[in-house]
């Protein structure tokens, strides 16, 4: 592994096949368990590794992209290594790490860790391609400008990424919650779909052909009943079939940065968050790694 | 809080922004921990506790009616003091709580505990509604003329509430569990639908335009995938999607109380029957409360 | 199995080795699986069947009493059927239970359910022993003259005993919470014992010795850490050590009738409480069994 | 119950109002408790109890096919008892008791137990019904020519049975994990359907019908969300109703063996998978018992 | 309540008989939940709403001290709100809330949240009282100059503390885990006593007569076995008896403050956890309220 | 990492600050996650990793030897693949770890799975090391001659040791379960101390001082209280400070193997059974490794 990035992760990952060798893997996946800012159930710091351990219950080959992961090249880079309680410099670790592999040319798949995460992700993807897009995929609008108080927070994270990503580039589907001024905000600066994701994504394609997009997956836009394990459960979300099938998608566009947050081992008693989490892991790399 | 009232509950209950007056409140909340005739798993006597809890994971704003729990007016007395293991006179107790709010020309919605607590409620709504209608959402008939030789129990609940509404006033929706006779007495003298909510009820909106009716909702009649917290979970329901879009529906009827029972917490391990119960709260308060 | 109580039972036991014939058998188990009058956390009902699980992964011989299930004579009658929230019915069928077993000269050994099961058992057992003893090892009083109004109920258990028992006989062991008043009570009108139970039984021995007695546990006065899974778990009790070491010195007491109550299952996740419950009822057989 | 198979169980079963009679029952209830050879979560070996006691909150009757379980002749003959760790034996010990079943024209009706269980049962009922088809409901497609070097394996059960079967005999329904080359065997040699079964059965039905048919399924067909509660949980599955339904089918086939594997207890903390398959166990005892 | 302070609670808590006036009571009870520096399991911001719930189960007398919660003046102010994931804000409010209380005289008991909530008030606390002495029962030294590169951590508050003390008066009790340095340096400039705390305690008593004194008890001192329900749990502890047994020997301190932080009930399946925590508030209550 | 180990591994293992070189350490822990004979509850397959994931809350340094791990040379090889329900190709290769472990002068340090694992590693370092003697902390005998008439299994594998060990070598400490005629074997033929451990031990240092000595710990040695999640949790065990100290003694003795099996994760739903698991492992290690 480059050597810039190995002394900032726990060197533990190893999503199923993962290959031994960062130089030679078009997608690198690494954890950041980070949960510091949520305000209602934490516990998303157990997310990577139990996505990890989960994958060992699944199959390299997928049905539904008719592909294996022994068919590409990806490598997982472990966990990264933060500052406990301190939400500013572990933004900033986890924004250098995804510098290092968006410089290098390769697509990070980051396993959150709360939602805020995805902040410096979207920044760094941003440097690299500033005409990016970002489809967010959420039960929550994310949108508020400050949540009690404090402008970093899982509550604010798409206001944050609004902040620099100019109007009109923002997507947000399958969102159920948030307070009424977040909604007015999405549909006046950003596009918002209320509850589906799988057709207003497919309606999308055109307009999104052939942009950078980065792809932010908060576990909780899956209802539930698929997917208990997580810190806002919010009823009436999609299915699990449906997120898998969202997945398969991605092949048609260009990705360059993909995480997948929010997942809760703590609320998960079956185990059955993990196993679809890391599913959906499987299907991405499937999909983003070309 | 009126005094009778107040000398009655715990005066714990908060539900989301519940206001401080009982007297402008148009809607009452009361929870009514009740669980002494259950026959297979109890626990519901915590359902109001853990619904309560559970709402401040939620937003006060819905998507759904496009309204906020801020623009209503509505009280959260608590929970009632009942004597445990006398089931006469808890539900004594019940009915008198629910008389008052009546008679102050108010709508009680009440948080079970077990199902029979619905009969007092329905008792006094129909004392000041004689052409009462009651809509009855469950996966069981609830219409057993005795229960191993008790004729107060949750699986008679319904029974007895035909013994003094009168025929063909009572709407039995999502029923997919009971004794071969009760689906013969539920279709000869009520209305029976199996297993479907949202297009029977629609369908019923024109014969219960204007008329008084009360709404009991037993959180089984939802899939176990999507609520298992309950005593008797019965795989074949509705989702949760369809119980919430159920709830908007009411905004067209004539609702004089509503009770939703069941949920029991211990049986609930990662919390989202809870969150369920109380999104289905929120939607019910902003429905019901004109 | 007699008639009489063949009616009443659901023939599903089997404690571990337990033989096929009530009619050879000096002592009979059977389970009371009520659990109505709770006030904290119910859920004792499945108790009985919890017990039995476990006792399949228990041994026959006793390496505390160097003797084996196999070498004494007992039946398992399985649970009695009872009407789910009727107290008084309930309480009636238990003690017609045990009176046909007291009356064939046999000893009941009962798994609760909650601990007011142990009225009618101990009323049975005083109108065969009038000279009876009770010994009463639990962590609360049971001795309020009545709770929330209620004169039947798990906290009310032995001041009802009381009612009949007669001064000076009801020794209360191992106790650490109630009333400041029934604490007065116990220590006036009956033994009191603090915390303790292994010596001061010891030191009771001259005093019961021939005595007809009556012993009741209840599980919650083994400490929380040994036995979790009950209704309401009270910090600073005994271990399980002590509880086994208790066991074995009712071979020195003329036992009449035995019970263990409240064990509930649900709040038991790692199934250690039945375990310890299933071990304790080995020892109570095999000392009581002569 | 018959000598031979009385002397191989522990005869402590009894799923809701099984009849007490062997010699009349149509359908045989037999437990086969065996794990050993599962390579993710164990513990399947619990599930025959567990479907027996959820099989408690049950009505006898059903909505789906309008009958009770009161019509029909069904025996439940308890658990084999089966060597621990000795995978050969065991499976010998479960072709017996399917041979004394079926040797005196009745359907065996079998509880697993990890999937391997299923390899004796079908060999049994081939030597009956030498033209048997083998219907496979599962979420894998267990046929891997060895697993981990193990020709006998939980994963390699329908291989196993291709070997004696004879070409397209076999239909798997509702696959969608496993390697690329077991789905170009079954498409090869079998008939293999992705992801969905109501439908693709319905549509085979003509080709099945009167054709001696054993009928397999393993609930993690089923999704997770409605079944947690097994060992290898893939995201994608059908829902409860539609297995449900499958079911009813069974009544148009001519079905001479059934079993329902890979129940997994401890991963279900909410029990609603032992009673999902408590509810399978009855629709298949109504449509197959004629 | 206090203007000031009223503004910065949530105003739900209510432990068990807590009065209804802030201007009479001696001790004054607040919840800080607080849990963004923790390293390994979070969860305690849900701690003080556990305690709280659990104190329902507890009776008000207790047989330690043989005087009972009635006879005392104490108030519940509830939770502070305190903004997620802003470490040094959320200090300062616990400060600011601690000055009111110990401005008014009375005494400060606080339910964490993690073990960092101390330093705020015990800075309070010294700066009100000047000679302070600080009693810590721990498992853990908590003395590192910084955790992962962080000065404020759940591992540096004893460290933060020192800062400002002055040598000698901080007493280690009950410790059994830390890196060497930090025993070396506890012994050299503080008093640590190694796994044991009611002996030593005794043993100070004289020392520690008539100077003020803010006793600060992290619940993992005791043993996992007795209090599982917590971040780092540590093999090893004391027993739930000499913890109860320790708090009735507050009565001969002058104790200023108080506080009971790690007790983390998503990690406390049986709720014990909370239910002894609970008794220790009791007990605490009785102990220090004068 | 020696090649002929390498390959049969999955070389995930870290416990603590295990060091990267095989080559330089004393001691090598390995995994063997096999659970096929177990007659009870599964599961302890998962243990090794559950042991690992604990040390990550755990210090290098332990107060209890006032040592660190960072001081001694020890390597974590990672868990060894068996293959799935084959039980003597599983223990074959088990044998064959052990066997190059221990022909490079190194200890081995083993993590189980179920005891049985332990026949193959004292077989090998009985051949290494002829006048071996063995220490077995346990509940239970396991001394059965066979268990449903299998020689091989978790409760026979202490009598397969006897058949090459020798008269007198064999010393069980702690035992509390088993049936009688293992007593009397166990007495006869070697060593047995009933539940008792910490100062039988101390009694034997003279007798085994010098000898080589392989030391297997079943964790169900300890109360279930300290260490619920096990198969067979036994009442009445050794408290986690015995566990503790008496592996402090391991320093006076000859240590050439040692083994801890039995960890069930999925019976601890706090964790607590695998943090003192791994708190056992530390302290072996800084106790044996010299």
Redesign the interface.
Same mark, same amino acid.
Request: with cysteine.
């Given at each position: 592994m480059k050597q810039a990035l190995a002394k900032m992760v726990d060197g533990?990952g190893?999503f199923l096949v993962s290959g031994q060798e960062y130089e030679k893997a078009k997608t690198v996946i690494f954890g950041a368990p980070m949960?510091?800012?949520? *305000? &209602?159930?934490? %516990?998303t710091?157990?997310g990577p590794?139990a996505i990890r351990?989960a994958s060992? $219950?699944?199959?390299?080959?997928s049905?539904y992209q008719?592909k *294996?992961l022994e068919e590409i090249d990806f490598f997982d880079a472990g966990d990264l290594?933060?500052?406990? =309680?301190?939400?500013t410099?572990a933004l900033e670790q986890i924004g250098k790490a995804a510098a290092i592999v968006l410089g290098d040319g390769k697509i990070p798949l980051v396993l959150g860790g709360e939602h805020l995460i995805s902040l410096p992700l979207i920044q760094e993807a941003h440097r690299v391609y500033p005409d990016l897009r970002v489809v967010h995929l959420d039960a929550h609008t994310d949108l508020r400008e400050d949540?009690? %108080?404090?402008q970093? /927070?899982h509550a604010t994270v798409m206001r944050r990424v609004m902040d620099f990503l100019g109007e009109g580039r923002l997507y947000h589907l399958g !969102?159920?919650? $948030?307070?009424?001024e977040d &909604?007015r905000l999405g549909r006046e600066k950003n596009h918002l779909v209320?509850?589906r994701v799988l057709e207003p994504l497919r309606a999308l394609l055109p307009e999104l052909a052939g942009a950078p997009v980065y792809f932010t997956v908060d576990i909780d836009v899956v209802? +539930?009943? &698929?997917a208990? $394990?997580t810190g806002? +459960?919010?009823? =009436?979300g999609i /299915?699990?079939?449906e997120i !898998?099938e969202v997945m398969g998608i991605l092949q048609q566009l260009n990705i360059v940065g993909f995480d997948l947050v929010e997942v809760a081992p703590?609320?998960?008693?079956? $185990?059955?968050t993990a196993?679809?989490a890391a599913?959906i892991v499987r299907e991405a790399l499937l999909a983003i790694t070309k």
């Open positions: 533990r190893r949960d510091y800012t949520v *305000s &209602f159930r934490a %516990g710091r157990f590794a351990d060992e $219950g699944l199959e390299e080959y049905i008719d *294996s290594i933060l500052p406990f =309680g301190n939400v410099k949540y009690l %108080g404090e970093l /927070s !969102i159920r919650s $948030g307070p009424a &909604f209320l509850e209802d +539930p009943a &698929f208990p $394990g806002t +459960p919010e009823a =009436g /299915s699990s079939r !898998i703590v609320y998960d008693p079956s $185990g059955c196993l679809l599913k």
